[in-house]
């Protein structure tokens, strides 16, 4: 079992920056694929950024804004994301694959308005 736990969310100015964090914690021997969702008021939610090893990936409206970032020693995922733009806001989720099996946190909100 893996529980996730996010913090960082919030209200911010278009332009401004947000970093969101999320740790993991629970009885488990290693995650694979760690990540970030998005959901915004009356949509699906929706991959942001999912980092795999070394390698990440990230939504085509994140790209060169949102930058994923992984520390396996703390078991934690941060998210960076500079450029923000009111169309981001949404409740972000993040998002763990561990044999088999995929857990999500339960969502910290980041508003994006002037």
């Known amino acids: 079992q893996v529980q996730l736990v996010e913090s960082g969310g919030g209200l911010v100015q278009p332009g401004g920056s947000l970093r969101l964090s999320c740790a993991a914690s629970g009885s488990f021997s290693s995650i694979g694929a760690r990540g970030w969702y998005r959901q915004a008021p009356g949509k699906e939610r929706e991959l942001v950024a999912l980092?795999?090893?070394?390698?990440?990936n990230y939504a085509d409206p994140v790209k060169g804004r949102f930058t994923i970032s992984r520390d396996d020693a703390k078991n934690t995922v941060d998210l960076q994301m500079n450029s923000l733009k009111p169309e981001d806001t949404a409740v972000y989720y993040c998002y763990a694959f561990s044999f088999g099996r995929s857990y999500w946190g339960r969502g910290t909100q980041v508003t994006v308005s002037s």
């Open positions: 980092i795999i090893g070394g390698g990440a």
